[in-house]
């Protein structure tokens, strides 16, 4: 039987960055990865945006570990070449009534470590983007957006740099427990470890409750929800990303402009429900008529048909049975009883930016 010291379940965002704070902390180090190449999942899938902060309770893991996680990306982009663009972000209130709720994101923003936001008046907002119809914004200019698969790229890099290894096209199918360790099945080949890391994504709930004699009420249940995006044909009048103000289940209609300066808008909200089967990534364009209602709220001048099918992503959410607040979950061995085996739950937005901050926490645990 082969054995490693570390094992990594999934080759997105999250499973790469811890991989390569543990490879470059000594650790030998194996990723598995499924697709037939590094972040196909959620990592690719999504806005690319390095997120400031504002939205998660304060304490939460979610709001220390994006606060933490901007500056280590900022930081790690400057040292490996990694395209971004700190384009700052407008949250808009369309109405006087929606003022109320930038001010509460200030304070929030502020009680997690986001100390550069500032609350604008409309005279103030409509000098930075004229196009829009905003009664007020609340600014946030440490907000950007990157190059997220060649950020994945440098992290193998670093992986493969320190000794460690990646490997696609592996499918895990069984984690159980041993005498000397926790054997992964993969492929249909054993190969025992004396830790495990599961980074799976949209299949770490799926395949950390398929662990025999793991304790399930220390483990949520999965729930999943599809994000489509909509691309702009021509050319957006705007210079920042421009958020409306949260929606259940996500943070609204907005939008972004690539490093290529391409405006896509999006993620809505699809509700998929709690199973793996197959996901469907297609895009219906029919969904663009609500596209076109939440955009002309902020931007009225929005040409018609001028919205084009682009991609989708699936969040891999979670919820308890006890409905405790839902945050990122860590979920180790004093938790669930299985000795080595470190469950990364829950972990959609703002994933990216907090992944080297997931990854720094669990290095200073393991090492």
């Known amino acids: 039987m082969d054995q490693v010291d570390v094992l990594v379940v999934g080759g997105g965002g999250i499973g790469l960055s811890v991989a390569a704070g543990l490879a470059k902390s000594g650790r030998e180090v194996l990723v598995l990865e499924r697709e037939f190449s590094i972040g196909q999942g959620t990592s690719s ?29 900022y930081d790690f982009c400057n040292k490996h070449s990694v395209s971004h663009n700190r384009l700052g972000k407008l949250i808009v209130a369309t109405e006087e009534s929606e003022i109320a709720k930038l001010e509460d994101m200030r304070k929030r923003g502020m ?16 000098a930075l983007e004229p196009a829009l119809n905003a009664v007020a914004a609340l600014w946030s200019p440490s907000t950007g957006v990157i190059d997220s698969h060649y950020l994945m790229f440098c992290l193998q890099g670093e992986i493969e ?13 069984l984690i159980e427990t041993h005498s000397n360790g926790i054997i ?27 662990i025999e004699g793991i304790n399930l ?14 691309k702009l044909a021509g050319k957006v009048p ?3 990303l421009i958020y409306p103000a949260p929606v259940p289940g996500g943070l609204g209609t907005h939008l972004t402009i690539d490093l290529g300066g391409q405006a896509r808008f999006g993620p809505d909200v699809e509700w998929l429900g709690s ?22 709220r902020y931007w009225p001048a929005l040409p018609d048909n001028s919205l084009q099918a682009d991609y989708s992503g699936i969040r891999p959410k979670i919820i308890w049975d006890d409905a405790r607040e839902v945050d990122f979950e860590i979920s180790a061995p004093e938790e669930h009883g299985i000795a080595g085996l470190y469950n990364l739950l829950g972990i959609e937005s703002p994933g990216l930016t907090s992944s080297l901050a997931i990854a720094e926490r669990l290095v200073a645990r393991l090492v």
């Open 217 to 230: 009420a220390a483990l949520p249940q999965a729930l999943y929800a599809k994000g489509n995006y909509f």
């Open 111 to 126: 009680a997690n470590g986001v100390h550069d936001l500032e609350l604008l008046d409309k005279k103030t907002t409509l």
């Open 161 to 173: 740099n320190h000794g460690g290894l990646v490997i696609c096209q592996s499918d895990v199918q």
């Open 238 to 240: 705007f210079s920042h």
């Open 45 to 73: 899938r999504n806005s690319e945006v390095i997120h400031a902060g504002i939205y998660y309770p304060e304490n939460s893991l979610r709001a220390d570990v994006c606060v933490r996680g901007k500056e280590l990306l």
């Open 275 to 296: 199973t793996t089967s197959e996901f469907n990534f297609e895009v219906d364009p029919n969904r663009s008529e609500g596209f076109y209602e939440a955009i002309r």
């Open 184 to 210: 992964v099945h993969v492929d249909g080949q054993p190969i025992l470890a004396s830790c495990v890391i599961n980074a799976a994504g949209l299949n770490a709930v799926p395949l950390a409750r398929s």
